[in-house]
């Protein structure tokens, strides 16, 4: 069983930076997209931003395009989060998660239902 563990996360003002980061236990066949997704009180739990173990391929949110940046290092079997010019309504709960994912489908690569191994969350709170 592929086991998630999350670290980051915090409080920060608006506008500042902040980065996530999730250890992926091991890489197995099945594995081959790592994504974040977010939960604010009574919300439900939206797709963030994904990246593709091989190749490094991504895909984001409208909503995060162009503040927050997902990555991968494959050394350390471990993706990223880095997220700045945070906005208050960036609060929520984030979750990282893999999956074995049709990386061409994008509506599968934004799906939460398609992704197979959570982490346990970490809380990101962003003040005015």
């Known amino acids: 069983q592929v086991q998630l563990a999350e670290s980051g996360g915090g409080l920060v003002q608006a506008g500042g930076s902040l980065g996530l980061s999730c250890a992926i236990s091991?890489?197995?066949?099945?594995?081959?997209?790592m994504g974040w997704f977010r939960q604010a009180p009574g919300k439900e739990r939206e797709f963030v931003a994904a990246?593709?173990?091989?190749?490094?391929?991504?895909h984001y949110a409208d909503s995060v395009k162009g503040r927050f940046t997902i990555s991968r290092d494959s050394a350390k079997n471990t993706f990223y989060l880095q997220m700045s010019s945070l906005k208050v309504e960036d609060t929520a709960i984030y979750y990282c998660?893999?999956?074995?994912?049709?990386?061409?489908?994008?509506?599968?690569?934004?799906?939460?239902?398609?992704?197979?191994?959570w982490g346990q969350g970490t809380q990101v709170t962003v003040s005015s």
């Open positions: 091991r890489i197995t066949f099945a594995t081959n997209a």
């Open positions: 998660a893999t999956g074995d994912i049709q990386w061409g489908y994008t509506s599968e690569v934004k799906n939460v239902n398609a992704y197979s191994n």
């Open positions: 990246v593709k173990w091989v190749g490094g391929y991504t």
